[in-house]
């Protein structure tokens, strides 16, 4: 665990440096009072004295402790879940919500391996309509159409 | 106060609202049983379908799901091993040993009928508290309620599971995040990068959907949580004379310590499981039968849990400050449906603050009509491969993402999310802190700078208002108190340093 503190520190002692930077760009302190940069700006500072401290105690620690469970594993399998999701993310407005989950829940339970692929694909057609017909129809929650607007 | 009560029982005695109750404690606990979907992202999936519905009705649902899941996540505990929700950690430890030794039946049956008493005393104990804590929260102006957010925060932080340093950053990255978007006061832009997407702010759904739905999805199945073995011989629900003569007292101290442990900033359901557990091992005679199925050390936690979650209404319907994850999320459905949580809220709204109530009370009793009748089902639902489920939970997340604004943007966000919830629980930084100091970051700017322009830029003002002198003085000290064992800690060091 000290290695990935000395890491996660250094990556947030970053941002809240970040943070205080775009904060000055705001206005901190105004004559009518704290500006709209005051509160990221405190939020900044005090995150960039934790983390450094933390980045310290890290540092200078001399147990290890703890390391196994903190690098990720499974790499591939995560990598291709978040691909699929970046790519039912840019696509759902093109192809609209039946085809986009159609074709990424079709992805998912291919990687499970828990069924054969017709089982795979029939799951997958009846989950992207039945979710349809449940939030959109039912629900009334608006979900995009996309290619499939010709059925209206 | 009768007269309340019989507009809270005509309020939830509509049959929509009836329906909903049930409908949400049913959600609450199958999200309850199947690990991997806690309440607050169910919530959080469910919280667009509700803007339609009349606030009263929304707000029910909601707070079903939430007590329905500390039913269900005892199910889970006892049968499987596994925690269907945080605050049923503790019931694996006796219960299972109890399911175990063929005694699944009443473990089961004390965790619903304790629950069911707990729930019961809560909701009591919500009715006495809240009328006279709203009045009080009345002389509250900006400085008592920085005072008071900046006590909850170092109380959600205190109370942190594991680094308090790291609940402090990850607390103070969700103040960040609620940064984001057009200033109120001044309308200035903040760190919207000319993103139109932005200019409202980052949406609470998503980041909520991302840290605690996906992120616990990418986790699980890095974990590999899809071999599991069910008890599925489950007789005799009911407990026998002498189990009640053993569970009597625990349930009734669960239910009070659950209680007001819900209360405080960042205590909710999972504190008081724990600290029942705990105190019921100190008191028992035996305390070595603790952890070899005593069913004390069921009855206890699963009372605690559920009287925390009656707890946890208090500081949220009185003082419009919510303590735990969930309460943010009421907290968020409140708000869209323009009911203002705080202490006008029992005044202005009798019928959401007294519907929701009545409609805990009439909860918990269908809960107890539901549950034991309902778990065969229930155990079928375990024997769902992992595989299966998790597509369907992502599922959930992104509709639940996308519906709340309908912009594909906010997919994106529920995925980023989804990343940093699954490396900060890899790194051990708390998620929970994040969330609240996201949703308590907004009133906490407000409160300050007004706070500031009402005392020409002096800080003096938070100090010579004695309520909110008060809340700063224990925050400091709660802060002092965590850090003197590691100057000791530090001195001690110093000395063997210095003797060598």
Known sequence: MREINIYTSFFIMIIALAICIGSLKLSIYTPRGPGPGFMSFGTGGILFLLSFHLFLKSLFSRTEGGAKDAYPKNIKTTSLILSALMFYALFLEKLGFILDSFLVFSFLFAISRTMKWYASIACSLSLALGSYVLFSVFLGIGLPRGMLNFFR | MWESILLGFSVVLQPINLLLCFVGVLIGTLIGVLPGLGPGATIALLFPVTLGMAPTSAIILLAGIFYG???????????????????????CLDGHRMALQGRAGPALGIA????????????????VLAVPLSSFALRFGPPEYFGLLTLGMTLVVYLAQKSVQKALISALLGIFISQVGIDQISSAQRFTFGLGELFDGISMVP???????????LLSLERGISKISVITHVKNLLPNLQDWKDSTWPVIRGSVLGFFLGVLPGGGPTLSSFASYGLEKRLSKRPERFGNGAIEGVAGPEAANNSATGGSFVPLLTLGVPTNVVMALLFSALMVHGVQPGPLLIKQYPDVFWGLIISMYLGNAILLVLNLPLITIWIKLLKIPYGILFPLIIMFTLIGAYSER??????????VFGVVGYLMRKCEYEPAPLVLGFVLGDILEE???????????SVFIFFERPISAAFLIFAMLLLISNSIPLLKERLKTLEKVEII
């Open chain 2, 406 to 415: 309908g912009l594909a943007f906010d997919v994106f966000v529920m995925i």
């Open chain 2, 207 to 217: 980041l909520v959907m991302g840290l605690f739905g996906l992120g616990e999805v």
């Open chain 2, 447 to 457: 409160s300050l700078r007004r706070s500031l322009i009402m005392s020409d830029g």
């Open chain 2, 112 to 127: 619903a009928l304790g629950s069911f008493v707990a729930g019961t005393v809560s909701v009591v104990g919500l009715m």
């Open chain 2, 69 to 91: 899941a500390q039913y269900g996540g005892s199910t889970t505990s006892i049968l499987v091993n596994i925690p269907g929700e945080a605050a049923s950690v503790v019931t």
